[in-house]
């Protein structure tokens, strides 16, 4: 059973910046990070896949990078340029499978996720 270990999450003030990271237990197709606001439902933030193909939700362009090491097993989320509309629970997804573009928008084409880590900024 794959695990996903989530660090980085925190608290910053709008237009600060915070690095979210992701480390699996063993190798994936397909990393991404979603985020659930309160009386939101969740959304997709961006995925990569382990050849490098990435994919940022339009709230994320031009603020978000996401990235892989170079082993392929930990994904990082830069995120810049925060603001308090970010403000979610951030959650690690993977997957050991070949997705087809829409499937990899989805949280269903994820088999494996993070606990969750808190991001909150205020303004």
């Known amino acids: 059973e794959l695990e996903l270990m989530e660090s980085g999450g925190g608290s910053v003030h709008a237009g600060g910046s915070l690095t979210l990271s992701c480390r699996a237990s063993?190798?994936?197709?397909?990393m991404g990070w979603f985020r659930k606001a309160p009386g939101n439902k969740c959304e997709l933030v961006s995925h990569?896949?382990?050849?490098?193909?990435?994919f940022y939700a339009d709230s994320a362009k031009g603020r978000f990078t996401i990235s892989l090491s170079d082993t392929k097993t930990t994904v990082f989320l830069q995120m810049n340029n925060l603001s308090p509309e970010d403000t979610a629970m951030y959650y690690c997804?993977?997957?050991?499978?070949?997705?087809?573009?829409?499937?990899?928008?989805?949280?269903?084409?994820?088999?494996?996720w993070g606990q969750g880590t808190q991001v909150t900024v205020s303004s």
């Open positions: 990569i896949s382990t050849d490098g193909n990435t």
């Open positions: 063993g190798a994936t197709s397909r």
């Open positions: 997804a993977a997957t050991t499978n070949v997705l087809t573009p829409r499937q990899a928008l989805y949280t269903g084409g994820y088999n494996y």
